[in-house]
């Protein structure tokens, strides 16, 4: 079957190829996309930022519904829908992927990579109850991060960031108070809570001034988790992190989570629930022949950009 997957092949440029995906092996399930997110990694790639990836195929954000499936497989039937992987419009899998219970309304909205590593992340944070949480940072993960960690019984889960539509986000989905860091009324609160500072700081922005005060906010003993991935090198005053005592968290995706506890699935389960939800997160959808125009969009993030989509219809 003829099928056809976005690369970047180099910086600034995608390629879309015509490939031939054989029918799937006897253990695997033959999906075809129905939408796919545009994650910041494959946004560093495209502009750059990391460059060891240039060549390959994007995307891992991927629902599908199956259209196929191997002789040995017992778990799918034609119709599921389910997590898939890259950009392409159709893909083999194996079996050992999430399976949704019922057709999203809105697959565009349904996208459970993202809500699997915030699963991985609240695992990683070790929250007890009566938590005085910071989140820096209220982009897409931000965001999701807040969904998550408002539904503990927190004492406080406060963020900061600088646009005031993702703060006023971040108060509607449960934070109890938001600083705009932009502003010297914010950076003077924000000097305010070195003076009180919290249990668990989660650096979310992925900027070098964010890195820098998150350790002057986080108690003697406190937990600083790293959400946010930093392409480039930083400077940091270890000295404050050594005579704090912090326990510095790499919350990524993969570390630190019970491997026995299948993520995916749980992010999928949530999803249904509605514990976390995309509807307002997800601003820009693109069809998937518009991946160039939608990529560029991406990297220049106007004001209201939050989460860019590939649809596939």
């Not at 009566?130 to 209220?138: E, H, I, P, Q, Y």
Request: aromatic share 8%; charged share 20%.
């Amino acid at each position: 079957m003829k099928a056809q997957s976005i690369y970047i092949p180099e910086a600034g440029r995608i390629e879309i190829r015509e490939e031939f995906v054989p029918d799937p092996g006897p253990d695997e399930v033959q999906v075809q996309s129905t939408a796919n997110g545009i994650c910041m990694f494959e946004v560093s790639i495209f502009n750059g930022a990391e460059p060891g990836y240039l060549g390959k195929k994007g995307g891992h954000e991927g629902v599908g519904i199956v259209t196929k499936v191997g002789k040995n497989v017992s778990t799918f039937r034609e119709g599921d829908y389910t997590v898939c992987g890259q950009w392409s419009t159709i893909q083999n899998h194996d079996t050992n992927i999430a399976k949704l219970s019922l057709p999203p309304r809105d697959p565009a909205t349904f996208l459970v990579e993202p809500v699997c590593c915030i699963v991985i992340a609240l695992y990683s944070y070790d929250i007890t109850p009566g938590d005085r949480v910071l989140v820096l940072g209220a982009g897409f993960m931000g965001l999701l991060n807040v969904q998550g960690l408002a539904r503990y019984p927190l004492r406080d889960l406060v963020v900061a960031d600088i646009k005031p539509a993702n703060l006023e986000l971040a108060r509607k989905f449960g934070a109890s108070e938001t600083i705009n860091s932009s502003t010297p009324e914010g950076q003077a609160r924000l000097k305010e809570l070195e003076e009180q500072p919290f249990d668990l700081v989660v650096e979310c922005a992925g900027v070098p001034s964010t890195l820098a005060s998150a350790g002057k906010l986080t108690r003697r003993g406190g937990r600083l988790a790293i959400f946010a991935w930093h392409h480039d090198p930083r400077s940091i005053d270890f000295g404050v992190w050594h005579m704090r005592g912090l326990k510095v968290l790499n919350s990524s995706p993969g570390i630190g989570v019970d491997h026995n506890v299948n993520a995916m699935q749980r992010a999928v389960w949530l999803l249904e629930r509605g514990v976390f939800d995309l509807k307002e997160l997800v601003t820009h959808r693109h069809q998937f022949a518009d991946a160039q125009a939608a990529m560029e969009l991406a990297v220049a993030r106007p004001e209201s950009y939050i989460k860019g989509v590939l649809e596939f219809s």
